[in-house]
Each structure stands twice: as structure tokens, then as C-alpha cells.
């Protein structure tokens, strides 16, 4: 059973730049969630994906928006980058339904904006 | 507004003692209450989680206590080690299955021999 990977690990971008980052989730987990983590702060909720549509949304601009494709991988892209969008983005996975509340997290993708 | 408050910010624990982290809420719409634990370069993983119908759970060493009426709930490592060092993170949700969670700013727990 793979985890959830995301990719690239790292990245460099200049303010006012796009980047897209993507994500693989764990097997069989068929809801996403995309997470914005702060140097030395907790992560903080961007979005929800479930069933290809976004299902919740925390308090992001919309130039953060996210794809989910069908075999339930998904995609963040941030537009008109900004020096604090500087973070670590954590993309973690789930099972949708009663009683199923672990989300399993990925590496992250460290971004750089310079 | 942040809504989960963690205290304290860093922590420096003996081994073998008992480490012990803090957190306060204010939603009273929480359902769901984890902890989660991160190593450097790593993402956070589920540690234990408590849900607001019992006082507390223990998992081995690992021992969450839930204070509904302080709207408070706490980590307690036992007998910690030195592997037990890195950063900890408490979180709540509306609903258990519901995976939107807010999370505390962490604390850096550091084990010495």
C-alpha cells in the first residue's frame, strides 16, 4: 500500500509567478485535502476535494484553486504568487464516510518565494 | 481568529518523564479532537485522537484528557525518550469523518538523557 506522495519536493518561484504543485493519494482514499504550513505554525486547512468536486474551503484567496482528477490524485495551483505564500503545502488523504476521520499526510512541497 | 490555542511553544522533557502539552478550543461545534506528531522534513502523522463522550484514551505510552466543560484537552507522553523528540500538534473538527482541521501552532518537544 503506497502513502501519499507529492511532487516536487522542493521549488523556487519569483512573486508574481504560477506554481503547480500535485499530489498521489493513498490507496483506495478518495477524499483530499490540501494544507498551508507556515514556518513554525500549524497547518492551516486551504481546501477539500471529494468526488472530483471541491468540497470545503478555508480562508484562501481564489487565486489558490485545485483539481481533483478520477483516479483521485489532485492538483494545487496558486496564481500571482506572494512572498508569503512562502510554506510548506502538505496534501493529505481519506476515506470519506462514518467514522473515518485519519488523514494521512504526505511529505509536502516546500515552496520558495523569492 | 485562532481557535485552538497549544501551550507551551517548546518544551524540554528528561527521559523518562512525563511530557505534557496543552489545548484550548473556543467552537463548541467540535466534535473531533487528534494529535498529531511531526518529524523535521516529514508530514504530520496521527498520533491519537479523542472524541468529546469520554475524559480520556490512552494508547500505550500516549494518553489524551478531554475537559469539555474548560473546553480544554491534553497530551501526556509517559516515560518519554529521546524518540519521542519533535514537533506536536493538536487539531479539532466539527465532526468525526469531517477531515476540515484546525490546528494549534505546535509544540517542539525536545528529550534529554
Redesign the interface.
Known amino acids: 500500500e503506497t502513502g ?1 506522495t507529492q511532487s516536487p519536493t522542493h521549488l523556487i518561484k519569483t512573486r508574481g509567478q504560477q506554481v503547480t504543485l500535485r499530489c498521489s493519494s493513498q490507496s483506495g482514499h478518495n ?1 483530499v ?1 490540501w494544507y498551508q504550513q507556515a514556518l ?6 486551504i481546501f ?1 476535494y471529494y468526488r472530483e468536486e471541491e468540497n ?1 474551503r ?1 480562508n484562501f484567496p481564489p487565486r489558490f484553486s485545485g483539481l481533483q482528477f478520477p483516479n483521485y490524485s489532485s492538483e494545487l495551483n496558486v496564481n500571482a504568487l506572494e512572498l508569503d505564500d512562502s510554506a510548506l503545502y ?1 496534501c ?1 488523504s ?1 476515506l ?13 512541497s516546500r515552496l520558495t518565494v523569492l | 481568529q485562532q481557535q485552538v490555542k497549544q501551550s507551551p511553544q517548546s518544551l524540554i522533557v528528561q527521559k523518562g518523564g512525563i511530557s505534557i502539552i496543552n489545548c484550548a478550543y473556543e467552537n463548541t461545534a467540535f466534535d473531533y479532537f487528534p494529535w498529531y506528531q511531526q518529524f523535521p522534513g516529514k508530514g504530520p502523522a496521527l498520533l491519537i485522537a479523542i472524541r468529546p463522550d469520554v475524559s480520556e484514551k490512552k494508547e500505550g505510552r500516549f494518553t489524551i484528557s478531554f475537559n469539555k466543560s474548560a473546553k480544554q484537552f491534553s497530551l501526556h507522553i509517559m516515560d518519554s525518550q529521546p524518540g519521542d523528540s519533535a514537533t506536536y500538534f493538536c487539531a479539532a473538527s466539527r465532526a468525526f469523518g469531517n477531515e476540515k482541521l484546525t490546528f494549534g501552532t505546535g509544540t517542539r518537544l525536545t528529550i534529554i538523557p
Open positions: 501519499v477524499t485535502s513554525g505554525q500549524g497547518p492551516q486547512f477539500q470545503g478555508g502538505l493529505a481519506s470519506a464516510g462514518p467514522n473515518t476521520g485519519e488523514l494521512f499526510f504526505g511529505e509536502g
